[in-house]
């Protein structure tokens, strides 16, 4: 990934804050939103530019922005987050106030963003939900679906106290957010800031701001599924816990509480439904899965935190130093020995009745459980030696 690098320090005066707009074809509303920024700037007397981050605009938005008095950076790499990127690499100002240039946002009512990144915020969420959001402003699914779950799982993933994980309108101190050195080129970079801001340990607040509906003619740059997806793999990638570890811890509780009970022979729930070995088999086909989830999340953690994109944490460094790689062969072997004693057990069974078909009865489980027991060996052993292949170079 090439990163942008923010302009040397000579080229940088002396500025406060730096208003941000990310531009693609936005004539129609440009204008307005550069008007309202910089009269926010003379009104207030901050020291400040506005700067337009164009993103191969052909509609004449460029010389409208410089008419206005804004300053313009062309981006080539397309995208909402590759814009914003281009436009924090050269940004002079000591904070950024970033906005979308449809004229949804208020950039003359910035105070709030102001006074919390002044008095040492890192980054300054705007909330439209506690500001106020006007009618046709945002559409019913993004309101009422995917805006509040999104936002809810960046809180359950990453213990971020945000209601509005996307909200356009954000503040943030310049140097803090360029070495988070962000990637994304996408609508997902909304949700990579704040993300990768709270693993990097930077303060986040929110201020109520408003969101009224755009000025422009033609529909958002915006797709709400496949965006609103771009958003989700965000998060779960950059959250291993929740995409592998909990949801594998979940599967092996309830694939070996049904191997527990189905095992000594069939249970009957009520006198019209019985579980037997169908549902023994899928059962320890559910342990299974768990075990190669939780060996995907221990990997996929390592492995973040070695690069460097997750944080390390010391709980994970014990649990991993405990369970080196010849440890865990060990327990493999273990595993894989009593795998093999359920199935000689089962074949033993079998020859006792002279290799004719397999019941379903205490033969079947027997082989079942060791089958899975075998499985879950060769599965532990190689996640051990794909943890030792992945370290190698990044130790190095």
Known sequence: ?????PLPAEASGPLELTILMPCLNEAETLGVCVDKAMAYLKRSGISGEVLIADNGSTDGSQAIATAGGARVVAVPERGYGAALKGGIAAARGRYIIMGDADDSYDFSRLDAFVERL????DIVMGNRFQGGIGPGAMPFLHRYLGNPVLSFLGRLFFGIE???FHCGLRGFNTEAVRKLRLETSGMEFASEMVVRASLAGLSIVEVPTTLKKD???RPPHLKTWRDGWRHLRFLLVYSPRWLFFYPGLVLILLGGTGVAALYPGPLSITPHLRLDIHTFLVAAMTVLIGVQAISFG???RRYGALLGFLPASEDLERVLHA?????VLRAALVLGVLGLGFQVWAVSNWAQASFGDLVFGATMRKLILGLTALVA???LALTAFLASVVEM???R
């Open 1 to 5: 990934m090439t990163h942008l690098e």
């Open 118 to 121: 002044r008095a040492g915020t």
């Open 162 to 164: 945000v209601g509005d």
């Open 215 to 217: 000025g422009r003619s």
């Open 298 to 300: 221990v990997v996929a």
């Open 323 to 327: 369970f080196s790689l010849e440890r």
């Open 377 to 379: 060996a060769v599965q």
């Open 393 to 395: 170079p990044l130790k």
